[in-house]
C-alpha cells in the first residue's frame, strides 16, 4: 500500500519537479499539491493523505500552520523542508514533533520516511508508535541513500529513550545578571533531590564556549571538556566518511553536514566527557580550557552533542549558555523543555528581555516553556514585578520567580562553595528551591521526611544529606 503524500508549497516549479520524481516510487502516491493555507485545508479533509510535507508559504509560520494541522488532524505525519538558511530552526521543528528534511529534496529522503509510516489498517511494517522516537533517529541516512529498517529495535533502547527527563536551559540576554550561579545552585539542588525513591542524575553543561566558567564555580578541574567530546566526534565522522568511500577533505559543506546527522550517537560514552562535583556527584561537561578552541565547535557537534544527551540516562540535563545569540544558545534554547531567562531588576537587562521575549515570539517559540527569573532583587526597586510583567506583556497569572540580593551569593561565588550546601536560612537558597521545584517537582514525601529528620536531629547538612 502507498502513502499518499500531499505538498504544501507556493514554489510550482520544485512542487512539479518533485511530482514527477516520485511518479514511479513504490512507496509514494502523491495525492495532491496546495500552493495556499485555504487549499491545503481543502485538500487535507478531501484527499486524506498519510504524510504531508510543508515547503514553504509566503506570508505563513511553518510551526503555527503545523500545530493548526496536528490539532485537526492528530493522525497524520508531518515533514519540513528546510533550506540551509532554515536548518537552524530544526531543532524546535522537531520539537513541534515534525520530520525535517533538508532542500533540495531528494526522492530517497521522502521515500525513506513513507517505509516508517504505518497507515491506519496496514499491516505492520514499521515498529510500533510508543517507538516512533527511536525510529526517527534511526533514520538519519548517508547522503544518497536510503536507511534501513532491518535491524530490530531492542527493548533495551526503549526505556532510555522514552523515559521522563527535563532538559533546562538558563539563559540571560545580559552578562553579569548571574546566569552561572543561578544555573550552578539549580544542577546541585537537583542533584539533592529524588524521583520515585530514585536520587536523580544530573549533568551540568557550560555551553558559553568561548568564557563559560561554570567548572570554576565548583572547582573543578577543565580536563576532559567539551571539546574533548568534538575532537573524538570529528575522529569518528572522519572514520564513517571514509568507510562511505569518500575523502573527508573533499567533500562540501553540504555533505559534511548530511554525514554528521547519520553519525550512530552513544549516549553510553557520555561519562569519559565528564567531571564529577565531589560533594554532590553532579557531573559536569565544561566548557573548552583554550578560547582558541570554541572557534573549531560548529552548529553540527552541538547537534549530535545536544542529541546524544537527550538520548541518554540523565533525568536532568541543565544548560548554562552565554549572553549571546550564536547558535550554541540557540540550539540549547530549541532543545529545552524548560528556559530559566535570567535578568536584574534593571533598565537594560529588562529591556534585553523583553528584545528576546519579542524575537521568540516572532518565531513562535511555545511561551509556557519560558520562566522569568529576577536575580539580586532588593527590597526597594524602581520597578515592580507587576510593571516587569506588564512591559514584557505576561499574563497576569504568570509567575516571575525573583532570587534576593544576599550577601552569602557573593561569599558562595568567591569560595566555590554552594549555597545549596551551606546549612541555615539563606534567603537566596530557599528561593532557587522555589525556582527548581517549579521546573521539576520532586518526591514531595521524600523532602517530607527529610525536614522531619532534619528537625528531629540537627546535625551537619552533609549527615543529613547522605546519612
Same mark, same amino acid.
Given at each position: 500500500m502507498k502513502r499518499r503524500l500531499l505538498?504544501?508549497?507556493?514554489?510550482?516549479?520544485?512542487?512539479?519537479?518533485?511530482?514527477?520524481? +516520485?511518479?514511479?516510487?513504490?512507496?509514494?502516491?502523491?495525492?495532491?499539491?496546495?500552493?495556499?493555507?485555504?487549499?491545503?485545508?481543502?485538500?487535507?479533509?478531501?484527499?486524506?493523505?498519510?504524510?504531508?510535507?510543508?515547503?514553504?508559504? %509566503?506570508?505563513?509560520? $511553518?510551526?503555527?500552520?503545523?500545530? #493548526?494541522? $496536528?490539532?485537526?488532524?492528530?493522525?497524520?505525519?508531518?515533514?519540513?523542508?528546510?533550506?540551509?538558511?532554515?536548518?537552524?530552526?530544526?531543532? !524546535?521543528f522537531r520539537n513541534l514533533g515534525l520530520w525535517v528534511i533538508a532542500k533540495p529534496i531528494e526522492p530517497g529522503q521522502i521515500e525513506a520516511l513513507a517505509m516508517m509510516i504505518q497507515p491506519p489498517g496496514m499491516v505492520a511494517e514499521a515498529a510500533p508508535q510508543q517507538h516512533q522516537y527511536v525510529i526517527q533517529e534511526q533514520t538519519r541516512s548517508y547522503p544518497s541513500q536510503q536507511?534501513?529498517?532491518?535491524?530490530?529495535?531492542?527493548?533495551?533502547?526503549?526505556?532510555?529513550?522514552? $523515559?521522563? %527527563?527535563? +532538559?533546562? *536551559?538558563?539563559?540571560?540576554p545580559k552578562g553579569g545578571v548571574g546566569k552561572t550561579f543561578i544555573s550552578r545552585e539549580l544542577a546541585i539542588f537537583f542533584s539533592m533531590q529524588k524521583n520515585e525513591g530514585v536520587p536523580l542524575r544530573v549533568i551540568a553543561v557550560?555551553?558559553?564556549?568561548?568564557?563559560? *566558567?561554570?567548572?570554576?564555580?565548583?572547582?573543578?578541574?577543565? *580536563?576532559?571538556?567539551?571539546?574533548?567530546?568534538?575532537?573524538?566526534?570529528?575522529?569518528?565522522?572522519?572514520?564513517?566518511?571514509?568507510? #562511505?568511500?569518500?575523502?573527508?577533505?573533499?567533500?562540501s559543506s553540504e555533505e559534511w553536514q548530511e554525514y554528521a546527522q547519520a553519525l550512530p550517537l552513544s549516549p553510553?560514552?557520555?561519562?569519559?566527557?565528564?567531571?564529577?562535583?565531589?560533594? *554532590?556527584?553532579?557531573?559536569? +561537561?565544561?566548557?573548552?580550557?583554550?578560547?582558541?578552541?570554541? !572557534?573549531?565547535?560548529?552548529?553540527?557537534?552541538?547537534?549530535?552533542?545536544l542529541e546524544t544527551l537527550k538520548q541518554s540516562n540523565y533525568d536532568v540535563i541543565l544548560i548554562d549558555t552565554a549572553p549571546d545569540t550564536t547558535d550554541a544558545t540557540i540550539q540549547a534554547l530549541f532543545f529545552a523543555e524548560h528556559v530559566v531567562m535570567v535578568g536584574n531588576p534593571v533598565v537594560d537587562s529588562i529591556e534585553n528581555i523583553q528584545r528576546l521575549l519579542k524575537?521568540? $515570539?516572532?518565531?513562535?517559540?511555545?511561551?509556557?516553556?519560558?520562566?522569568?527569573?529576577?536575580?539580586?532583587?532588593?527590597?526597594?526597586?524602581?520597578?515592580t514585578l507587576d510593571e516587569i510583567r506588564a512591559y514584557f506583556q505576561l499574563l497576569p497569572s504568570k509567575k516571575i520567580f525573583s532570587i534576593p540580593d544576599d550577601v552569602e551569593v557573593k561569599k558562595s561565588i568567591n569560595t566555590g562553595t554552594p549555597v545549596m550546601l551551606q546549612s541555615g536560612?539563606?534567603?537566596?537558597?530557599?528561593?532557587?528551591?522555589?525556582?527548581?521545584?517549579?521546573?521539576?517537582?520532586?518526591?514531595?514525601? #521524600?523532602?517530607?521526611?527529610?525536614?522531619?529528620?532534619? #528537625? %528531629?536531629e540537627k546535625t551537619s547538612l552533609f549527615k543529613w544529606l547522605w546519612g
Open positions: 505538498i504544501v508549497d507556493d514554489d510550482r516549479d520544485s512542487v512539479r519537479l518533485l511530482k514527477a520524481q +516520485l511518479i514511479n516510487s513504490r512507496w509514494i502516491e502523491v495525492c495532491g499539491e496546495a500552493l495556499g493555507v485555504e487549499e491545503a485545508w481543502a485538500k487535507l479533509q478531501a484527499n486524506q493523505p498519510h504524510l504531508v510535507l510543508l515547503g514553504g508559504i %509566503k506570508g505563513t509560520e $511553518r510551526g503555527v500552520l503545523c500545530q #493548526q494541522f $496536528r490539532l485537526a488532524f492528530p493522525h497524520l505525519s508531518f515533514i519540513a523542508a528546510c533550506s540551509s538558511n532554515e536548518l537552524m530552526w530544526e531543532p !524546535f536507511p534501513s529498517i532491518s535491524e530490530p529495535i531492542t527493548d533495551s533502547l526503549v526505556p532510555e529513550m522514552t $523515559r521522563p %527527563k527535563q +532538559l533546562i *536551559t538558563v539563559y540571560g557550560d555551553f558559553n564556549l568561548d568564557l563559560g *566558567t561554570f567548572a570554576t564555580t565548583l572547582n573543578l578541574p577543565r *580536563t576532559p571538556n567539551l571539546f574533548t567530546w568534538v575532537k573524538d566526534l570529528d575522529a569518528q565522522l572522519h572514520s564513517f566518511i571514509q568507510d #562511505q568511500g569518500k575523502d573527508p577533505y573533499s567533500i553510553q560514552h557520555i561519562e569519559k566527557y565528564v567531571v564529577a562535583h565531589p560533594d *554532590t556527584g553532579l557531573h559536569v +561537561l565544561t566548557s573548552p580550557r583554550d578560547i582558541r578552541q570554541s !572557534f573549531e565547535i560548529r552548529d553540527y557537534h552541538l547537534y549530535l552533542i524575537l521568540l $515570539r516572532e518565531a513562535e517559540y511555545p511561551e509556557e516553556r519560558i520562566q522569568i527569573c529576577m536575580n539580586r532583587l532588593q527590597r526597594k526597586e524602581m520597578f536560612r539563606i534567603p537566596a537558597k530557599e528561593a532557587i528551591e522555589t525556582l527548581g521545584k517549579a521546573l521539576f517537582p520532586v518526591d514531595g514525601e #521524600q523532602m517530607k521526611a527529610a525536614e522531619k529528620e532534619k #528537625q %528531629k
